[in-house]
């Protein structure tokens, strides 16, 4: 005798068989995830290049009875040091204004009340240098015109595709050796990079701020030591093993 199944109860049986299927093979595929064997690494790359660029902030600081004077002494100065630099030969474009500000000055004595002083105006530019050579020299130029403040000064590359790609070659064999030294040593080899990701990269490097005296320039360029930049790239990597 034969037994029917209503057609309800065949749709969804079918239904649920369809369903188990899919959630059957991502069980069989995730056991055999857990069942491989992997190492998940870190390296780094590293590479020196030459500096073949320079930014520096420069600035004017200026003190009067009032806030106008302070002002417009602080204006006039600055405008010299504007000429100083375009002399020295910097361009329009690698010159922008960073700061601009004026502020009270205050005397203060014990049980009294803080006296108004006088006011100080402040004007800093920064300025990029694409002549290294001529970057102590633009120092000079820029004191001997009024500046009395130097701060931030950082080299950087133009263009540091090259470096970082040199870095990330270095980053990619030290990983791949380090990871042939852990499976030699658990007894397995490496089958496959299954996964690769990348941190770091190539950042200026700072320089420690400098305040400079407008009678501190003499004869001799101011000196002014590039030396070499760092490109660092970090890399991560999970490598299948096999016996």
């Known amino acids: 005798m ?26 069989a595929s995730a056991e055999r995830a857990f069942d491989a064997t992997t190492l998940n690494l870190t390296a780094e790359g590293e590479v020196k290049a030459a500096p073949d ?9 200026t003190k009067a009875a009032t806030a106008a004077q302070a002002m417009a002494g602080n204006a006039a100065q600055m405008n010299q ?15 922008q204004t960073s700061n601009i500000s004026l502020s009270a000055q ?10 108004l002083t006088g006011y100080q ?8 240098v694409v002549d290294l050579k001529r970057l102590g020299a633009s120092l000079d130029a ?12 950082s080299f950087g590359l133009k263009d540091p595709a ?9 980053a990619v064999a030290a990983l791949r050796a380090k990871a042939d030294l852990y499976a030699q040593a658990t007894g397995y080899h490496v089958a496959r990079l299954v996964n690769l990701s990348e941190g ?43 016996r």
């Open 53 to 61: 660029n320079a930014t520096i902030t420069v600035g004017v600081q």
């Open 142 to 153: 820029v004191v001997t015109a009024g500046a009395n403040q130097i701060n931030g000064i």
């Open 81 to 95: 040091v504007l000429t100083a630099l375009r002399q020295a030969g910097i361009a329009d474009r690698d010159i």
């Open 2 to 27: 034969k037994t029917l199944i209503p057609a309800a109860a065949l749709i969804a049986l079918l239904a649920t068989t369809a369903a188990a299927a899919p959630v059957a093979a991502q069980g």
């Open 162 to 170: 090259a470096a970082e790609d040199a870095a990330r070659r270095a």
């Open 121 to 128: 105006a402040a004007n800093d530019v920064t300025i990029r």
């Open 200 to 242: 770091g990269g190539y950042a200026p490097a700072p320089m420690r701020a400098m305040n400079f005296a407008r009678n501190s320039v003499g004869a001799e360029p101011t000196p002014v030591s590039a030396g070499e930049l760092t490109v660092r790239i970090n890399v991560t990597g999970v490598y299948e093993l096999a």
């Open 106 to 115: 205050y005397a203060y004595a014990p049980n009294t009340q803080p006296r």
